[in-house]
Structure formats: C-alpha cells, structure tokens
C-alpha cells in the first residue's frame, strides 16, 4: 500500500487528467493503441505496425512494448488510461524491489528499506522518464533483479526469477532496462565471486541467462532477425566532467548542461540535498559496519562513472559499448538511474545506522521528519517538471468513426498516438533502428493499391496483410501503399521491393484475388522456444520445491 501511495504521488492525478506528454509518451501509447484496436477489428496482435512510417514492424521492433500491448489489445484497455496506470505500477515496483533487495541483501530494518524503495521510486530520472518514456518502465524491475539474484545463492529457484525478471524487461522495455540491469548486476555478484564462491555465482549466471534467453524468445527472435538486416550501428561521443553527478543529482532547475549532447531531461536524476548528504554518509558507513556491502558501493561508483561517457579511450562507457548488446546503447548520462538506486539505498544504510545508534525514542523523530523530506523534495520537483513538459490533450473519447484505411500527411505526427483510432497511419517515421524507408506514397483516402496496365477492383488493408483483387492485361505488378518487408507473403505471384523502396507482388495475367500477410520472421520459432521455456521454468520449480523439502 506504501508502494502504491508513492506511486499515485509521483504520477500526480491532477497532471495526468488531462495533459498527456508529447513525443516519446505519444510512442508508448500508440503501440498500445495499435494492439487495442487491432483487436477490437478482429484483426487479432499486430505483427506489423502500419500507423508510421507507412508500415514498419511491430514484433520486430526493439522498443515495442508485447506483454503490455497484449494486455491493451485482449482486454481493450484504452491508451490513455495505459498510460496513467502502467507508470504507476512501475514505479510502485520499483518500491517494492528496492525494499526487498535493501532489505535482504543489505540487511536493513524495515523501515530504511520502505525508505530506499520510496526515495528510488521518487527520484528524478524513474519518476519523470516513466512518465513520459513508456519503454523506461522496466528499469523499475532492476532491483528485483538484484534480490533474485541475492536469494539465488541459497536457492535456485530465484536464479530462474532473475532470469524471468531479465526476460520482461526485453520483451517491455528493449535494451536499456537490460543492459543496465546486467551492468548492476555484475557490480554485485563480483564481490560475491570471492565471498559465495566461483561456483555459486556461476550458476546462478548459468540458469539466469538459459531461462531469460528461453523466456525472452518470443521477442528476441525477431527482433534479431531485423537487426540482422539493418544493423544499427551507434557511436555516442557524449562525455562530460565528473562534477556533472552533482548538478544531476541535486539541482532540478537546471535548464541545460554545458557540452553535453542530449536534452537537459535526459540528465534528471533529482534525489534532493538531504538524500544526496544521506547518501555519501551511507556510503561510508556500508564498507565500515558492515563490508559484505561492497557490492552497493560498485554499483554507485560504476555507474556514477559510466555517467561520464566517453571521455577516453579507455573509459568504461567507451570499452562497455564495444561488446555486443551494448554497442546499441546510447546516451551514458542515463545510468544516473543506477546512481539513484545505489543512492537511495546508501542513504537508508545512512537512517539505518543512524536509527540503531539511537537510544531515546524522541530522537528517532529528527531522523523520520528528514527521512520525509528527502522523499518528498523529488517527487515535488518532479511534479514541477512534469506539468513543464505535459502541454497535449488526451487521447478523443470515445473513439472517432474510423474511415477506410489510408496514409495521412503527418503534420499532426505529435499526435501519432490518435492514428490507430483514427484507422490512419503516415510516411513520417520515429524509427528506433534504421529500417529502410520508402517513397512515393499515396496521401489521402484514397486506393491503396495500383497494378501496371490493369485494374485494381478492391484493395482491403487490415493490420497484418491486404486482400486485393486485381485484374492485369498482361503479366505486370501490384502496388501497395505502404513500406515493403521481406516477410509479406502472397497467395500468388512473388513479393519484391520496388524501386521507391514500396511493396510489389508480381502477379501473371488474369483476374485475381490475392491475399498478403505479414508472417515476421522468428516469431514462430520464438513462440514455441518462450512455451518450452515456460513449460520448462514449472518443471523446473516443481522440482526444485521437492528437492527443497
């Protein structure tokens, strides 16, 4: 209930009533929006996404959020309450796992622990970038990554959680949440390694990434198979000073940092004056009660330091993204999420301390009212920004009468999330990896298909495919209006790219009715891997439940 409290603060009621953000929230929602009303067509989960980039994957895209737009698309969940609730429920997790890990692993009494949770869930970066960025919530699951991981060196069965917890974040949230969570989690297992033993930790990493990589299939199959033919290469050369921790972590006006590349936004990650003091004294007091802390103080140096980005050739940031999965990171700045969350767990080591030295019961009131403060301040600069930065209208209700499919100008692309109601989609394009474009679209309600010396009598876009029905005087080709991908296949003839980069079927002469469906490769080996992973992740804890008794 505390989570939730938490919860409902950061994500202010009277802000999300009825301001929605624009950009980067508009892209969680519209994924959401193109499940819900790909199902409320009968047109079942969208395995492609025709509201951008005149059609692009959906499966295959490596920020489409599945398990959620499942969700949005079963039970028909409008986008805008999506948004109002999925960050909420992020945040109340991120409560939660932080007290379970600060309280486990650290050893903390209750009360610290429901402190670290609060103060991380309220802090600069989780707080406004799960507002705004959809795909950013799971770095809410990070620090029950941590705890699994804790618990698996007496039990293997939350070995198989880690990896469950590791899966979700790939299947929600792409490769950040990911890949900053395996950086946590290195900083601390390796102290582990000489406490717990080579072998523990092996094997705790051993049935962690085979059940992440079983579970995780269903998205990571296909997302690799686009990958596969677009590579996205990333080289960020964003680097600043060390000094650049302290304006990020204790000064919420500041409006731009100085030779660095990104949005001032991007280098939020507010936890107030009284927490950032908590947090350095917790430092110190983690390594001199108690040492087994160690692995909190790795987590708070690397990722203070991956912060810096690249500033060398031999610095961190430079040498992590020259390992697979990582060189597709960018922007360093934001591991100061990390910072939070080794942050706000050093400042309960800090109350933590402080509470058991006290004798006097009237003492602990100072320690509790600057425990609330500390709390509040970021949720309460967090709400100033958040109301800075919400300037668009919520999604129409109820739903506008859609038309017949067709591809708009995208003047209103801020408003994208409204496209799938709309039953429209553009040319325009917010692509998280380079997937190739094409050109020469048709604008405006009009056929969405053409054949060469012929006549199209039908042409019936659904989400995943189009039926046509086309009569040719002589061999030639149909034309669709929308993006080619290699995954379409026909009833008849043969799918090509056409020279605008548009999606042909070569047809023969004839009157014909052809059908084209989008079958995105990977997806199905992917899908009977995730059952098997499933299947075997039971198996697995029944067994393990037995062998406990």
Not at 12 to 30: C, E, H, Y
Not at 63 to 86: E, K, N
Request: aromatic residues 8%; hydrophobic residues 55%.
């Amino acid at each position: 209930m505390a989570a939730v409290v938490v919860a409902l603060l950061v994500r202010r009621p009277t802000i999300v009533k009825d301001l929605t953000v624009v950009a980067d929230g508009q892209f969680g929602i519209r994924l959401w929006e193109v499940a819900r009303n790909a199902f409320a067509r009968g047109d079942g989960f969208p395995g492609w996404d025709r509201s951008v980039c005149a059609g692009h994957p959906f499966v295959g895209n490596p920020d489409a959020q599945l398990l959620s737009s499942l969700v949005a698309g079963v039970f028909g969940v409008h986008g805008d309450v999506m948004a109002r609730w999925y960050p909420t429920i992020g945040v109340a997790l991120a409560v939660a796992g932080t007290f379970l890990w600060t309280r486990r692993a650290l050893g903390l009494a209750w009360l610290p622990a429901l402190f670290a949770g609060a103060l991380f869930g309220a802090s600069g970066f989780l707080g406004l970038h799960t507002a705004v960025r959809m795909t950013f919530v799971p770095f809410a699951l990070i620090p029950w990554a941590l705890w699994l991981a804790h618990e698996a060196e007496r039990d293997l069965r939350a070995a198989l959680g880690l990896g469950a917890a590791l899966a979700l974040m790939l299947i929600e949230g792409g490769l950040f949440p990911f890949c900053f969570a395996l950086v946590a989690l290195t900083c601390a297992l390796i102290p582990r390694v000489f406490a717990a033993g080579v072998g523990v930790v092996s094997r705790i990493v051993a049935v962690a990434a085979i059940t992440c990589l079983l579970l995780g299939a269903i998205k990571i199959f296909p997302v690799m198979a686009q990958l596969a033919r677009a590579p996205r290469v990333v080289k960020d050369l964003d680097a600043g000073p060390f000094t650049d921790l302290i304006p990020m972590l204790g000064d919420a006006d500041r409006g731009a940092m100085p030779g660095r590349h990104y949005h001032i936004n991007e280098f939020r990650g507010y936890i107030g004056p009284f927490a950032f003091g908590m947090a350095i004294a917790g430092a110190g007091v983690a390594l001199i009660l108690k040492p087994r802390r160690i692995g909190l103080l790795l987590i708070l140096i690397g990722a203070a330091v991956l912060t810096r980005g690249r500033f060398a050739d031999w610095a961190p940031w430079t040498l992590l993204t020259r390992v697979p999965v990582f060189d597709q990171l960018q922007v360093p700045s934001r591991f100061v999420l990390v910072v939070d969350l080794a942050a706000a767990a050093a400042a309960a080591v800090a109350l933590d301390a402080s509470m058991r030295a006290v004798k006097r019961r009237a003492l602990m009131v100072p320690l509790l009212i600057a425990a609330v403060i500390a709390v509040l301040d970021p949720i309460a600069a967090g709400q100033k920004i958040l109301k800075a930065n919400t300037t668009d209208a919520w999604l129409p209700r109820p739903d506008p009468k859609p038309a017949r499919y067709h591809l708009v100008a995208g003047d209103d692309f801020g408003r994208m999330a409204t496209y799938p109601g709309r039953n429209v989609g553009t040319p325009a394009c917010q692509k998280v990896w380079p997937y190739p474009e094409g050109g020469g679209y048709a604008i405006g309600d009009v056929p969405q298909a053409s054949a060469d010396d012929g006549e199209i009598a039908r042409a019936d876009v659904r989400q995943n495919g189009a039926t046509i029905e086309a009569t040719l005087r002589k061999p030639g080709a149909a034309h669709l209006n929308q993006t080619f991908d290699p995954d379409f296949v026909a009833s008849i003839g043969q799918v090509r790219r056409s020279a605008k980069g548009t999606l042909d079927v070569l047809l023969p002469a004839g009157s014909h009715r052809l059908e084209v469906r989008y079958r995105p490769k990977g997806l199905l080996s992917g899908m009977i891997v995730t059952s098997m992973g499933v299947l075997g992740a039971i198996a697995a804890l029944v067994f393990l439940r037995k062998r406990a008794r």
